[in-house]
């Protein structure tokens, strides 16, 4: 492209566009972890599908073969950053919501592993996991610290309130309810009401 | 009364360069090159000239151990194009009238 001192409105205008939608098309995955997860979820499912007529002992322990595959998912994931010649605004936002899984994956595995039995207590660990999903994915992907906090502080208490009977669980999440949503609230609300007595 | 466009967007390349850079959190100095079809020269030089106005942030990073250039449009950068793009429609809206 020539440097142009002189361009008119109505070329301006094109480039814009034009520049946009360039921005806009160049924006791809390379798909491997995507197809990583895609081939060792649906390889273990099959497996266990099968097992129920095998009865091979082994196999019950084939889920472990996805916690191995995060071991290639970390070196595609550094490989892939390094090679990307861009970042859209949806990255992070995006990434948020895998890491929400991931660490979800985990509590959940976890709580399923070692939950005594089903009751209460055990119950608003669960809720405690849904609770940390939004407000870390949206801590995230607008960079919102205390939410952020307030997310993980939700997940650690689910794995606390498995230890702990009803009614006392109820405490944990009221305290994940605090930290998730109520402090980071009256943070949001105290920004929000000094951005508008400045506009006024 | 017209407000005037602003001379430092109103170049063709400098203007290609915000455009990329509105659309993305942030690129490399070779995606800019090859969107644009600029030379890396000229490139540099305008470049510089958004970085020197406050309309974007250069990083300058090693990746693999060699030298690499990452943009990034600024909060001036912004509302410097929205009122590139506000100006410019006013003008359009009047040349319609006409």
Known sequence: ?200 | MFKELDPILHSQLRLAVMSLLISVKEADFIFIREKTNATAGNLSVQIQKLKDAGYIEVIKEFKENYPNTTCRITKPGIKAFEEYVKALQEYLKVNIKK
């Open chain 1, 1 to 200: 492209m020539e440097e142009k001192e002189t361009l008119s409105n109505e070329e301006s205008l094109a480039l814009i566009t034009e520049m946009i939608s360039r921005a806009k098309s160049d924006y791809v995955e390379t798909g491997i972890s995507a197809l990583l997860w895609g081939t060792i979820t649906t390889f273990c499912a099959v497996l266990t599908f099968a097992n129920y007529w095998w009865q091979q002992n082994w196999i019950n322990y084939i889920w472990f073969l996805s916690l191995f595959a995060v071991i290639p998912q970390i070196l595609i994931s550094i490989r892939e950053s390094k090679i990307r010649k861009l970042k859209a605004y949806s990255d992070d936002a995006i990434g948020g919501v895998w890491i929400s899984f991931g660490i979800c994956i985990f509590l959940l595995s976890f709580w399923l592993s070692v939950a005594p039995n089903p009751g209460w207590g055990n119950t608003n660990s669960l809720y405690l996991i849904l609770y940390g999903i939004p407000t870390f994915t949206s801590g995230y992907a607008r960079r919102f610290k205390p939410m952020i906090f307030g997310g993980i502080a939700c997940w650690i208490f689910s794995i606390a309130s498995i230890y702990m009977l009803y009614p006392y669980s109820m405490l944990l999440l009221a305290a994940g309810a605090q930290l998730a949503w109520f402090i980071p609230g009256l943070i949001l609300r105290k920004k929000y009401l000094t951005a508008k007595q400045q506009n006024v």
